[in-house]
Nanobody, 123 residues
Framework: QVQLVESGGGSVQAGGSLRLSCAAS????????MAWFRQAPGKEREGVAA???????AYPSSLKGRFTISQDNAKNTLYLQMNSLKPEDTAMYYC?????????????????WGQGTQVTVSS
């Protein structure tokens, strides 16, 4: 049974940084492609970053340079380093896994989801 558990969210002032973690279990981590998504109240879910088992990455152009996705295959853990945070980055952040459509930033391509971790950025 695939299980994804996010952590590391919290409240931070604009310009600050946070690192989110996603602990994966119940499957062979390196056989899945992983991604981070976020959803703010009243807004559509947005793909934030994606990573392949071999470490290729994808980002939306609006976030490239501030967010960095990485993983530790030995620890079955996915990370999202977020720098220069802005109030508009406030959202619930989710990690997700898929066996196909690697590097997709479309949530519909992902089969498994965590419960989310809240990030709040104040001005």
């Amino acid at each position: 049974q695939v299980q994804l558990v996010e952590s590391g969210g919290g409240s931070v002032q604009a310009g600050g940084s946070l690192r989110l973690s996603c602990a994966a279990s119940g499957y062979t981590y390196s056989s899945y492609c992983m991604a981070w998504f976020r959803q703010a109240p009243g807004k559509e879910r947005e793909g934030v970053a994606a990573i392949s088992p071999l470490g290729s990455t994808a980002y939306p152009s609006s976030l490239k340079g501030r967010f960095t996705i990485s993983q530790d295959n030995a620890k079955n853990t996915l990370y999202l380093q977020m720098n220069s945070l802005k109030p508009e980055d406030t959202a619930m952040y989710y990690c997700a896994a898929t066996r196909a459509y690697c590097l997709s930033l479309s949530g519909g391509r992902y089969n498994y989801w965590g419960q989310g971790t809240q990030v709040t950025v104040s001005s």
